[in-house]
């Protein structure tokens, strides 16, 4: 096994980084080793510290692009190193109202999308019949997910009533 030496620079290099967890597995392989964080002149102060500074790195990256393109995969990804991580709107260089402001671009742009698909009618040609339909309303289904998060419904966000109630009676939808 490596020495000290060799662990204290791993673990700085992915400090460095932003790589949460390859610090993780540098503890866990250390501690494996029967050495400690400490034994590398790491205290566990410093350590859950990098660990909290990488999360909002990532997080403030994420918040970033969500804002500008309105991506619910970004969005999620940030809501989810908020709450991993304890960060505060400060931290992550907003307030709640921006935040949510950029919640709801995300869930309804998302929403839009599967909204798209529910009403492709060609949906992958290679499906049958009845997987078309089925994956055409599971499509529907996380498009009306989507809005519902953020207090929308798919009309709120420009989806024509008589064509949703088309669509739904298309695929044989009985929940509206």
């Given at each position: 096994m490596p020495g000290e030496a060799v662990w204290r620079s791993f673990f700085e290099l992915a400090r460095s980084g932003n790589d949460a967890f390859?610090?993780?597995l540098i503890r866990q392989k250390v501690s494996a080793g029967?050495?400690?964080?400490?034994?590398?002149?790491?205290?566990?102060?410093?350590?859950?510290?990098?660990?909290?500074?990488?999360?909002?790195?990532?997080?403030?990256?994420?918040f970033a692009s969500a804002k500008t393109k309105a991506d619910f995969a970004c969005f999620a990804g940030c809501d989810d190193y908020v709450g991993t991580a304890?960060?505060?709107?400060?931290e992550l260089g907003t307030d709640a109202e921006e935040y949510e402001r950029v919640r709801a671009a995300s869930y309804s742009e998302s929403a839009r999308f599967f909204y798209g698909l529910a009403r492709a009618w060609k949906l992958i040609d290679l499906f049958s019949p009845k997987r078309r339909r089925h994956e055409r309303?599971?499509?529907?289904?996380?498009a009306e997910e989507r809005v519902a998060e953020v207090g929308l419904t798919l009309e709120g966000i420009g989806v024509d009533r008589r064509d949703l109630q088309r669509l739904?009676?298309?695929?044989?939808d009985e929940s509206a």
């Open positions: 390859l610090m993780d029967g050495l400690s964080l400490a034994d590398l002149g790491v205290s566990e102060a410093e350590y859950l510290q990098a660990i909290h500074d990488c999360f909002l790195h990532a997080a403030r990256r994420l304890s960060l505060t709107m400060a309303l599971r499509n529907l289904r996380v739904r009676s298309t695929l044989g």
